[in-house]
């Protein structure tokens, strides 16, 4: 099947994009929606970042496209949320997603893997908590740690152990396994500028790592929420 024009979901990415008055917001999501070939609009923001006013205009624009709102959840556990100065909390996550919910907005959350001081056990907790919130999407993140930001400057001064790359790929193939079937995985891995990333420098060879994790689901002969009923039985402990 050929089609005449690409098609194209419009990412609102950067920070955080419902921090705006309402009006300017659905000014903004209505001109990106209307470009030709734009058949949906991925908004990426914070779960404390959605005042009724901004809803309304949400809920306006999933009329005219398809629409997903990117939540940051990162963890679900509240001493990670404070070393890395989130600012908000799983409660916040919650409200979010039963407001979304109320208004048949689909919703992708964000993880990361890797945090300082979480174990597996503590990544694996923040994955079954997602599978348990019936979410639409999610987006699995790896630590990167950056130049010239906080989080560099202290892993410069004082280095945290930082995932390795088999680690990574078998934390995934296991948050696959738990996952909804039709949740819809975004993202498996991201990847950073090359000048600005510290570690894990093993990250930058994006292509290694995804067929590494395909790899590691064929050799383990499992799928994606092959183990979802079982993950629902009993809800994660958080700290």
């Given at each position: 099947m050929h089609f005449k024009w690409p098609k194209y979901i419009a990412y609102f990415q950067a920070f955080s994009n419902t921090y705006d008055h309402p009006q300017r917001l659905r000014d903004l999501y209505l001109q990106a929606a209307a470009q030709p070939g734009v058949v949906g609009l991925?908004?990426?923001?914070?779960?404390?970042?959605?005042?009724?006013?901004?809803i309304e205009v949400l809920d306006e624009v999933k009329c005219h496209t398809d629409?997903?709102?990117?939540?940051?959840?990162?963890?679900?556990?509240?001493?990670?949320?404070?070393?890395?100065?989130?600012?908000?909390?799983?409660?916040?996550?919650?409200?979010?997603?039963?407001?979304l919910g109320r208004h048949n907005i689909d919703i992708c959350a964000h993880i990361i893997l890797g945090l300082p001081g979480e174990s597996r056990e503590d990544m694996m907790a923040t994955a079954h908590y997602v599978a348990q919130c019936r979410l639409a999407g999610i987006k699995i993140h790896l630590l990167h740690v950056m130049k010239n930001t906080p989080l560099g400057i202290s892993y410069q001064e004082q280095p945290f152990r930082i995932l390795d790359q088999e680690?990574?790929?078998?934390?995934?193939?296991e948050i696959l396994e738990i996952l909804p079937p039709e949740m819809v995985v975004h993202r498996l891995t991201g990847d950073s500028p090359r000048h600005l990333l510290l570690v894990p420098q093993w990250s930058l060879h994006k292509r290694e790592v995804l067929n590494q994790i395909e790899r590691a689901l064929l050799e383990k002969e499992t799928w994606q929420g092959r183990l979802y009923s079982n993950s629902c039985r009993k809800g994660p402990e958080t700290n």
């Open positions: 991925a908004i990426a923001t914070r779960p404390d970042c959605l005042p009724p006013e901004v629409l997903w709102v990117e939540l940051g959840l990162q963890t679900i556990h509240a001493a990670t949320a404070r070393a890395m100065n989130l600012r908000y909390e799983q409660a916040d996550f919650e409200n979010a997603v039963q407001i680690e990574y790929v078998n934390l995934v193939a």
